[in-house]
């Protein structure tokens, strides 16, 4: 088993075991949509064990080997270009079968008594109704041998009139020995008398050894398809026959009920939007807001003290509902005090910055009221220096309305540095070193 499983793993397929083609599988994968049952019967050594093993799709043999018992094989057949599948089950029947002896396993024996030899009944048509659920007849004969066609002139009339039937002459290849010619037997089926309506029988011929006629055989498995197709198509439609008249009878039916009635389905509408109403005024319970219920004992009272006293039931819904009423307020005076104390932190940080402002601005306008310095006379280096500096200088402002820009006001407004002052010192010691250097 463990070999047998590893070539099953390396895509190798054991001995006695075949490899199902990829068309095969796609017809399963769809599963099966109709049954078929084919039978076929003839005389001994007409050739229908060999047309049994042709539409299984194997080969020819020449040896004869009597058939014991009914065999049964199940084929696939599709109905033209259609995707359909249609499983087949092909019938070899034997007339009368023979017996089969089995002994029994050897065993220690312990006395001289024979050992009781066992037979089986044989599976044949003396022991069912071959033709039971059948959907088609095949009818073999030897064409060089009369009393096979003897059979059928005996066999033919017992099959029911519904099935269609098909007798085929074998042994073509050895047409010089026949003993009777194709219009013979084609007179024979016309003389049946069949009445209206019955399946009709074809007549043909074939050889099982070259393998002619087999596909006039496989073009006649489309009139028993077709007719059972048709057969479930007519009680499908005897179904949505059935399936309309039980419609109308409950439209009838629907009438006389109150669903029909007009003034109580608009009664009904009144009640739910009433009760709807009602859902939305009512006041929630103090007990389902906090998630709380009743205790089993609390819940009898309450129902014993409802029943016995409906003043109190109302006056304990109008406290409940008064302190439902209570804690919302509660709940909204909280929100504002939260609001208000929002509100003065940020009018803290507002007047803050405003301060923090207000004394920047101050600190600048101090610095630009100082003295001012001597001006020395414009002929010479440092008169012009002054002069120089004194541009450089903004006007004096008396407001802090007038200091602001309109556009805006720079980061390093805000900040104390003496990044000015230092500028300043390095012109003037540009200015002493150019004064230097004059003579």
């Given at each position: 088993m463990g070999n047998d499983h590893g070539k099953l793993q390396k895509g190798i397929t054991p001995a006695g075991i075949q490899s199902m083609d990829e068309m095969m599988q796609k017809k399963f994968s769809r599963g099966i949509q109709y049954n078929m049952k084919i039978v076929i019967r003839g005389d001994r050594n007409t050739g229908k064990t060999c047309l049994f093993q042709r539409m299984e799709g194997k080969k020819f043999e020449e040896s004869y080997a009597p058939t014991a018992e009914i065999q049964v094989t199940s084929i696939l057949w599709s109905y033209k270009v259609?995707?359909?599948?249609?499983?087949?089950?092909?019938?070899?029947?034997?007339?009368?079968?023979?017996?089969?002896?089995?002994?029994?396993?050897?065993?220690?024996?312990?006395?001289?008594?024979?050992?009781?030899?066992?037979?089986?009944?044989?599976?044949?048509?003396?022991?069912?109704?071959?033709?039971?659920?059948?959907?088609?007849?095949?009818?073999?004969?030897?064409?060089?041998?009369?009393?096979?066609?003897?059979?059928?002139?005996?066999?033919?009339?017992?099959?029911?009139?519904?099935?269609?039937?098909?007798?085929?002459?074998?042994?073509?290849?050895?047409?010089?020995?026949?003993?009777?010619?194709?219009?013979?037997?084609?007179?024979?089926?016309?003389?049946?008398?069949?009445?209206?309506?019955?399946?009709?029988?074809?007549?043909?011929?074939?050889?099982?050894?070259?393998?002619?006629?087999?596909?006039?055989?496989?073009?006649?498995?489309?009139?028993?398809?077709?007719?059972?197709?048709?057969?479930?198509?007519?009680?499908?439609?005897?179904?949505?026959?059935?399936?309309?008249?039980?419609?109308?009878?409950?439209?009838?039916?629907?009438?006389?009920?109150?669903?029909?009635?007009?003034?109580?389905?608009?009664?009904?509408?009144?009640?739910?939007?009433?009760?709807?109403?009602?859902?939305?005024?009512?006041?929630?319970?103090?007990?389902?807001?906090?998630?709380?219920?009743?205790?089993?004992?609390?819940?009898?009272?309450?129902?014993?003290?409802?029943?016995?006293?409906?003043?109190?039931?109302?006056?304990?819904?109008?406290?409940s509902a008064s302190r439902h009423a209570n804690q919302r307020k509660e709940a909204v005076g909280k929100e504002e005090e939260v609001e208000r104390g929002e509100e003065v932190e940020v009018r803290e940080r507002v007047s803050s910055f405003g301060a923090k402002l207000t004394s920047k601005i101050s600190t600048l306008l101090s610095r630009q009221k100082g003295e001012p310095k001597t001006v020395p006379s414009p002929k010479s280096p440092p008169a012009a220096a002054a002069e120089r500096k004194k541009r450089k200088q903004p006007s004096t402002t008396h407001d802090i309305h007038d200091f602001v820009p309109d556009d805006a006001v720079d980061e390093q407004f805000f900040t104390d540095s003496d990044e000015d002052g230092a500028e300043e010192k390095g012109e003037e010691e540009e200015e002493e070193d150019s004064d230097e250097d004059v003579p």
């Open positions: 259609t995707s359909d599948t249609v499983k087949v089950e092909v019938w070899d029947v034997v007339d009368v079968g023979k017996t089969q002896q089995k002994q029994k396993k050897a065993q220690l024996k312990l006395t001289n008594v024979p050992v009781p030899v066992q037979e089986d009944s044989p599976l044949d048509a003396e022991f069912m109704d071959v033709y039971q659920n059948a959907h088609g007849v095949v009818f073999m004969y030897d064409m060089t041998k009369l009393w096979t066609w003897k059979y059928i002139e005996q066999e033919l009339p017992k099959v029911p009139l519904h099935i269609p039937v098909i007798i085929l002459g074998n042994f073509c290849d050895m047409h010089h020995h026949r003993v009777l010619i194709a219009e013979e037997a084609e007179l024979f089926i016309k003389d049946l008398g069949r009445p209206d309506g019955a399946a009709e029988v074809r007549y043909g011929e074939c050889s099982m050894k070259n393998g002619f006629g087999l596909m006039f055989l496989h073009k006649f498995l489309s009139v028993p398809f077709l007719q059972l197709q048709q057969e479930m198509l007519l009680s499908q439609i005897q179904v949505n026959r059935e399936q309309m008249l039980a419609a109308k009878e409950e439209l009838e039916a629907a009438k006389c009920t109150d669903d029909q009635n007009y003034e109580l389905y608009m009664k009904k509408l009144a009640d739910l939007s009433e009760a709807a109403k009602n859902r939305r005024n009512s006041p929630p319970d103090d007990s389902a807001d906090k998630g709380e219920k009743p205790s089993n004992n609390e819940a009898g009272a309450s129902n014993v003290a409802a029943k016995h006293s409906p003043t109190v039931a109302r006056k304990t819904s109008g406290a």
